[in-house]
């Protein structure tokens, strides 16, 4: 593994959040998901995991957010346990309520924390505006197309401004054009709130751009297969993704990816 | 262009038999049911007729219906006393059965512990325990709601416990994530999605409470003057009256159906925006 | 070969039948070119749709006052014999609650009645006697809510409730025969459909007959294969209920006393029947104006038969 | 790494305290409601005793233990022909409420015009309507089903509808664009959507086809020879056999709460690979 | 609108096999998701539709196939509707039936068609191992990772061999590694059997690799913004995914992508 560097614009980041020691996880249909995964996110990281489908990302995503417990292994939380952590969590799938409106479904989490619609109209609405939903806040969900669905579910996950964000794929559902936009959307976020975030994403690209430090997954059984450190200053805008640093970048993780996958496919076809 | 033109020629005419279809299916969604209603009855009075069934056994739905209106004073003043019976006893069973769905919810061992009397209540007759309840209940509209009770709740309790254990685990997973409390995963999540199964189960109960009000009556008896239909009925069937006790069945059979189409239709209010049984079908 | 019949009881066998199941064990009925088959009825039972429907052709009526309902209601079916001259229908109290004397009951808190009690007797007791309509509750057959409330009251036959009342409840409840204070029906009686007495008289002069001489039989002989058939029936009864059944029906001569004496067991007279019809026009029971003649034939009774048996 | 060290030390308390919840919930899950139940019949024995009820009221269950062991015979005789009638009645009403689902959910029409019918018979007391079914029905086992049947088959029939109904939109857009049939969408796609439905209105119908198979019986009457629990109770309260009847409703109890374990694991064993309501919580 | 020209690779194409004419859809909650669509599909076309999420790509792909009706316009098939035509549909999400396997998800289409389970299996092992799903015959859909279950979607809609395929975003859910080599099988599968594809995509790179022409679409209200004609001969291979014309080409649809989308944010935010 690559010793851990701290980025360029990304002065806070490095002491450590969270440790995953030898963490594996079977199912019990006997299929192993993740098996010894060694892995340490540290407070102010934007954290991709990179891996084909089916590799375990979400799997491991799950575990640090406490919603599945490993099988083996153990989870080192930096902070204790009992302590108010606010996490913002987008699912691979949508995950809205479906008898709720849009804009209910944005303000769940702040009504679970006691604030009242009021209240949270400003917040919500401006999230709205900045995932372009303004308009829909009375639709519900069976109402709106795939991607409008994901971007309330980002909406909603970024309401109560979390000190750490677990994403899952949460930009596969958009188009390149409004991906770029909400993909500056959120390092700008990042930058200026400088939480944590662990992104899952199948795009070299994307994973390049935004994270400084990505971990390329394998499959069968779901491992860590590298982890590359994304060496480029903060803050990126459009300049980044065309330059050639980018591009090497990009050249670099995708071949990481390439690999991983072939360890894969090879095992399995 | 021809191919476009000629299945433009073909297209008309589907679109113009869907439109006709459409317009057929509003209104045989009334008309039908009628027509079959109709025919049910016809078929009632041809039986009889048929087979020579004298009146004192199953009497003409002529008969019956001319009772009806002769003793209608009497008959809907015992409806309403069976209705308010029903009405009552109904709410009763949606507290109760939801109060104890939400409680069995709580924790599996609150569930193996305590469904196992719901069971012994619901499978335990009336009948049977009606002198125990005598004894000890000296209300008479407490009896009846007791007994009606205790026939209709069971279908709400079920329905809604396993509606509650319905709930999307990644949802689950999200109000876990927010740190909901357990009473407010059940109100903003659990409660919402067991309702398409509890509005199922009160379509059921609604039906059974009108039973069980029935029953009561039949077995904690009516005192005088505020009988309800099931003494009508014991009382028609004691005096052979048969055209009073079939005039007193089909004022319950009649306000079953109201009760049914009154619960689906607040079913269809509530569902109609979000679950599938109650989408409408849009193309 | 003999006729196959059918009579149906309106409770389970008891030695209030006991007549018909002499009959049928001593071979009465076969004598005369029957097969009788006897069905008992029970709670909750209602046999009479059965003989409306000529599924059975005879059944035992309580007492007169349904014969009149089925003439109000246009309905062919006759009284034919009226085994018992008293209805044996009693009312129990607590001794010793102030309810010791029959106008003293109205006041008790709750009157345990059944359906038909509460179509029927129920409704002379309240006009006649000022009766609560409201303090009914149903009688379930099951009499531990009388023994339980003291302040309570509870119909029963003379030959069985008191018998069970004091076994468990370990008091002799007050019992006031109905029959005392002037509700003068017959009881137990033989209902047949007009169609069965107009195409098959013999049928129902041997069924009539052969009952009777059955009574006396089972009164006054060897009731032994008797009470074995009712036994067998209802295995739940004790020979000790029987025998206290046997008893109290002498004892209040339920099935032979009055114009039976003279008349043989089944006597009906058109009088006894227009005064017991007044009474319960009187007491609102009945609407005034109803042809009774309609409800009873006595062309099967008042022949004597049997007498000889008696001993 | 003193933060990691210290969070090791946090950690293992909690993953020893999850460990030992699971335990106990394993043993608790027995242990409970057995304790529960001891703890009622225990109250049930107190109250008898506190307020000296007599026996021939409520009997202490130690007296119906007695009973239920000296009449094991007799009751238990009469336990399975109850069952009988219960099992064939739950046969029947699976069958007919089922089949009529199956039926409504081909066309709105046929629902709306035969629903009217089902919710007549699920409303009309039986104890009304039974001399009309004892005049034209001869045979005693099939008076007996009738009943049972009348009375079980609507929570099956109701909540089967609501699943046949509760398809994905999804789903059936596919199927129709394979050019299914109806009869292939209907076995292949909705009638196993149904399934979490249909099985719970199979355990409501469970409880209801026992207590059917009980109350056709007090109806129908206990004629001597097919005795079932019924004509036990009727006649143990006729002859104020308290100990006996409650022993009998003891027996209907637990058998109504086997039926609803039989069921509950039916339905666990048929949905345990893919519905919410029968996963383990897999964590 | 362009005119259309014989692409090169693909003489078949060409005759029109399905126009719509001037459709629109508003939904009975009044968002009019598609209005006044022009649009014809030749026989053999790979047709992709790209456009902003929410711009009616997935109710335009709907009615084409059936299963909305338009509210206004009609559409016009150049075979008759009775005529037997098999279509492969990919949904957008995956669709699954939750209670079978895997491998009876593929099957029932097949199944439909009355092709036992024994005749079917070495199609359906041949697709389930061409989307890298070897071994996961058993497993339900809940068992499945995101992509997997899309994976079994796809080789759903194939399992049949239909004429027409119409596919709603089937790649999204893929790392950039599969989704390549899935692009590369498809189009090898497309060009051996010359069915007609529409294919749904919000991904520039994507549509200008695989189709031969690209329907642009705006949103608010859904529309045609610009048809463009991929000018480039098939086979295409990685060496295209690195030629100039390939990214001259995805610059060109990349801009007419721009301008549709801020044709609607303008409107919108
Ligand atoms: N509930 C489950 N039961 C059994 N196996 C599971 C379960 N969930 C996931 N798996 C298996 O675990 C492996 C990893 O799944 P996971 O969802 O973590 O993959 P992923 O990396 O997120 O893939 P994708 O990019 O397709 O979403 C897969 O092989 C999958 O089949
Ligand atoms: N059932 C519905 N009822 C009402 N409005 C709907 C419904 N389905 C879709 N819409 C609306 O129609 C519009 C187009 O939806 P559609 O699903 O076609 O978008 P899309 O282009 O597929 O988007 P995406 O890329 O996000 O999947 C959206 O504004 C959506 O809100
Ligand atoms: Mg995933
Ligand atoms: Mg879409």
């Known amino acids: 593994m690559v010793p851990s560097t701290t980025v360029p614009g990304m002065e806070g980041s490095g002491k450590p959040l969270l440790s995953l020691r030898a963490v594996g996880k079977t199912f019990s249909n006997g299929v192993t998901a993740l098996s010894n995964v060694d892995m340490t996110i540290r407070e102010g990281d934007f954290l991709s995991l990179l891996g084909p489908s089916g590799c375990g990302k979400s799997t491991a995503l799950r575990i640090i957010a406490g919603l599945t417990a490993p099988t083996t292994g153990t989870l080192d939380w930096s902070r204790k346990p009992g302590e108010e952590s606010s996490v913002g969590f987008v699912f691979q799938e949508p995950t809205l309520l479906p008898w709720a409106s849009v804009f209910d479904n944005v303000w769940l989490p702040l009504r679970l924390k006691g604030v009242s619609r009021s209240d949270a109209a400003p917040a919500v609405s401006q999230l709205l505006e900045r995932v372009h939903l303004s308009g829909f806040e009375n639709a519900v969900p069976r109402e709106l197309s795939g991607g409008m669905k994901m971007r309330v579910s980002i909406a909603r996950a970024l309401v109560t401004k979390p000190r750490v964000l677990l994403m899952d794929e949460p930009f596969a559902a958009l188009d390149e054009i409004t991906r770029f936009k909400l993909n500056n959307d959120l390092l700008e976020l990042w930058q200026d709130e400088r939480f944590t975030v662990v992104f899952v994403t199948h795009s070299v690209f994307e994973s390049v751009f935004l994270s400084n430090r990505i971990v390329v997954m394998a499959a069968r059984p779901g491992r860590v297969f590298q982890e590359v450190e994304v060496d480029a200053p903060y803050p990126r805008d459009e300049a980044f993704r065309t330059s050639p640093a980018y591009a090497a970048l990009c050249r670099q993780a995708s071949d990481v990816l390439v690999s991983a996958i072939n360890s894969t496919h090879g095992a399995a076809a | 262009m021809t191919a476009v033109e000629s299945s433009v020629a073909t297209l008309d005419p589907e679109e113009a038999r869907r439109l006709r ?27 009889c007729v048929w087979n020579e069934i004298p009146q004192y056994i199953l009497p003409r739905p002529g008969v019956v219906l001319q009772t009806l209106y002769n003793d209608a004073a009497l008959l809907f003043g015992s409806l309403l006393v069976t209705l308010r019976i029903t009405f009552l006893g109904l709410l009763l069973a949606v507290v109760g059965g939801v109060g104890l769905a939400v409680l069995f919810a709580q924790s599996k061992w609150v569930e193996m512990s305590f469904f196992p009397f719901a069971i012994v209540l619901q499978v335990t007759p009336i009948v049977a325990i009606f002198p125990l309840i005598n004894i000890y209940v000296d ?24 509606g509650l254990n319905s709930v999307d685990r990644n949802l689950r997973d999200l109000f876990r994530l927010n740190g909901a409390t357990r009473w407010q995963e059940l109100w903003h999540l659990r ?28 077995v904690a008896g009516a005192s005088g003057q505020s009988s309800g239909l099931a003494s009508r009925i014991i009382e028609a069937g004691y005096r052979l009256n048969a055209p009073r006790l079939f005039a007193a069945l089909i004022l319950i059979s009649l306000a079953g159906i109201v009760i049914f189409l009154v619960l689906s239709l607040v079913s269809h209010l509530i569902l109609r925006r979000w679950h599938e049984s109650a989408l409408k079908q849009e193309r | 070969a003999a006729e196959k019949i059918t009579y149906m009881t309106n409770w389970l066998a008891q030695a209030e039948h006991g007549g018909y199941y002499q009959a049928v064990a001593d071979g009465t009925y076969a004598a005369c070119g029957l097969d009788v088959t006897i069905q008992q009825g029970g709670p909750q039972v209602s046999g009479r749709p059965l003989l409306l429907a000529g599924k059975i052709d005879f059944y035992m009526g309580g007492n007169l006052l349904q014969a009149f309902d089925a003439v109000q209601q246009n309905i062919p079916l006759r009284i034919v014999a009226a085994s018992f001259q008293k209805e044996p229908q009693v009312v129990m109290s607590h001794p010793g609650q102030g309810l010791d004397k029959w106008e003293d009951l109205k006041n008790a808190d709750q009157y345990i009645l059944g359906d038909e009690g509460a179509q029927s007797f129920f409704q002379w007791m309240i006009t006649e006697f000022g009766f609560d309509p409201a303090k009914r509750v149903p009688y379930t057959f099951n009499a531990a809510p009388f023994i339980a409330n003291a302040k309570s009251i509870q119909q029963g036959y003379v030959t069985s409730e008191p018998f069970a009342v004091e076994k468990e409840g370990g008091f002799k409840p007050n019992t006031f025969l109905l029959a005392d204070y002037g509700f003068s029906t017959y009881a137990t009686t033989i209902e047949a459909m007009q169609e069965t007495i107009d195409k098959r008289p013999e049928v129902v002069k041997c069924f009539v007959d052969g009952s009777a001489k059955g009574w006396y039989n089972y009164l006054y002989g060897d009731n032994k294969a008797a009470n074995e058939a009712i036994k067998k029936d209802n295995p739940d009864i004790t020979d000790e209920q029987i025998a206290f059944s046997i008893e109290q029906m002498k004892k209040f001569g339920i099935v032979d006393s009055g114009d039976a004496e003279k008349l043989g067991i089944g006597a009906m007279t058109d009088e006894h029947i227009a005064g017991f019809y007044d009474k319960m026009v009187k007491a609102k029971v009945i609407p005034e104006g109803l042809d009774i003649k309609k409800a009873y034939t006595l062309d099967f009774v008042n022949k004597g038969v049997g007498l000889d048996l008696k001993k």
């Open chain 2, 191 to 218: 409660l919402p999605a067991a309702m398409p199964y509890f509005l199922g189960g009160l379509k059921i109960a609604g039906g059974l409470s009108l039973i069980g009000a029935v029953v009561a009556e039949f």
């Open chain 2, 139 to 162: 209300n008479q509209t407490a009896k009846l709601l007791l007994c009606a009770w205790i026939v209709a709740f069971f279908p709400i309790l079920s329905n809604t416990t396993l």
């Open chain 2, 21 to 47: 279809r459409e317009r057929l299916e509003r209104i045989g969604s009334w008309v039908l049911p009628l027509a079959i209603m109709v025919l049910a009855i016809w078929l009632w009075d041809r039986i």
